[in-house]
């Protein structure tokens, strides 16, 4: 049992990095594309969603 909710949790946690890269990503991309009037306004804008984010 203990090992069925180990697994469970490493693929939560590998697939909330794998979301978290991809917002991080997506970021950068809008900043690249001049979708956003500043770099570090995605940056805080990640930051604040991500900070508080349950792990």
Known sequence: MEV???K???ETL???QIEV???V???LKQARE????DF????????KKYTNAKV
């Open 40 to 47: 570090n306004a995605v940056c805080d804008r990640l930051e």
């Open 14 to 16: 590998e697939q909330q």
């Open 34 to 37: 001049g979708k956003t009037k």
């Open 21 to 23: 890269r991809q917002s």
């Open 25 to 27: 990503m997506d970021g």
């Open 8 to 10: 469970v949790y490493v």
């Open 4 to 6: 069925a909710v180990r």
